[in-house]
């Protein structure tokens, strides 16, 4: 169940970016040829209008064919009056930006209910240091601490069981009695965790600021991430988790509770908004860059088989990148 349960999560959240696309060419009179929940094989789908929509087998989001997105060559475009490469720059931009923005709308609102109802408090271990009994247990950084609500109910429990053995998250660990100086029996460095409820309608402000708060962060780390890349820094690939490792983290955060998967998932989505406005081909950052670059000179220099084959290269990339990673998280179960 929690694995379903997982699955329709983050499917949900990037449904939820495609359905900002979808929607936005709707308002903007842009036609939609298919709008499509989950991935091919389909298994059912009906035409409404000028729309075909879809279900299919593969549950791991969706996707929206937009007209004329996708064609080569323009001549191919059988409604060019509703066709996306011929609407004007603020139409084009409003249609990529608005994936986006459902995404950052979704960590918003993940925020408010979070704030809204609050965090029940506890402890979790902020950094376990090497070789300490804490890091020859398995206690890793990130972890809460279970069956206690206050860091000095746990370090005096802690301490007077010095060169006793204890069990810490189904962990068997023995607290040193001959402490080095500054890291404590286990080595660990615990810190107090839990939110304290935030009235409506309170929260909702409260929860915007947090949301921009840690756009921005995400957008440095992510930044600085596909720079270390670029510049063949392939250590940086140690720092990110691909599919494999998401859905474990998701399953784990579900398991303590539904008010720390509902947190989880706003920064999941906060983390897919700032990743698609960055500007790589293939993303949405590339392409509002590319019709950017459109605008200020023109489609003669800048034409639509150039930027066919920067996408497809930005994308081939991007794939290859994630397969690394995919075996990574694998070889790391």
């Keep these: 169940m929690l694995t379903f349960l997982t699955i329709l999560f983050l499917a949900l959240l990037i449904l939820g970016h495609e359905f900002g696309h979808f929607i936005a060419a709707k308002i903007s009179g842009i036609q939609v040829d298919e709008f499509g929940v989950g991935y091919p094989p389909k298994i059912f789908s009906k035409k409404m209008g000028k729309t075909e929509y879809s279900l299919n087998l593969l549950p791991f989001g969706g996707f929206v064919r937009i007209h004329g997105d996708s064609d080569i060559n323009l001549k191919d475009t059988k409604n060019p009056e509703r066709s996306f490469h011929y609407q004007p720059f603020w139409k084009k931009a409003f249609v990529i930006l608005s994936g986006v923005l459902i995404n950052i709308l979704i960590g918003w609102i993940a925020f408010s209910i979070v704030l809204g109802v609050g965090i029940p408090g506890g402890i979790f271990i902020e950094n376990v240091i090497e070789g300490s009994p804490a890091d020859l247990a398995g206690l890793r950084a990130g972890e809460i601490i279970e069956n206690y609500s206050s860091t000095d109910e746990f370090l005096k429990y802690v301490e007077d069981h010095q060169g006793e053995e204890i069990v810490i998250n189904d962990k068997k660990i023995t607290p040193r009695i001959n402490v080095p100086e500054g890291e404590g029996p286990l080595g660990v460095?615990?810190?107090?965790?839990?939110?304290?409820?935030?009235p409506f309608p309170n929260n909702i402000g409260v929860a915007f600021q947090s949301a921009m708060r840690m756009f921005g962060l995400i957008f440095v780390a992510i930044g600085s991430f596909l720079f270390g890349i670029l510049s063949g820094n392939f250590e940086a690939l140690s720092q990110f988790t691909g599919p494999v490792g998401v859905?474990?983290?998701?399953?784990?955060?579900?398991?303590?509770?539904?008010?720390?998967?509902?947190q989880l998932l706003g920064i999941i989505s906060l983390n897919l908004a700032v990743l698609n406005i960055i500007p790589f081909p293939a993303l949405d950052g590339g392409r509002l860059l590319f019709i950017s670059l459109q605008k200020i000179f023109g489609e003669k220099i800048l034409n639509r088989k150039t930027e066919v084959i920067i996408n497809v290269a930005g994308f081939l990339f991007l794939i290859a990148l994630m397969i690394l990673v995919t075996i990574r998280d694998i070889i790391n179960l």
């Design 189 to 198: 460095v615990v810190v107090p965790s839990g939110i304290e409820p935030v």
């Design 247 to 262: 859905f474990n983290i998701v399953r784990e955060a579900g398991g303590l509770g539904a008010i720390y998967l509902i």
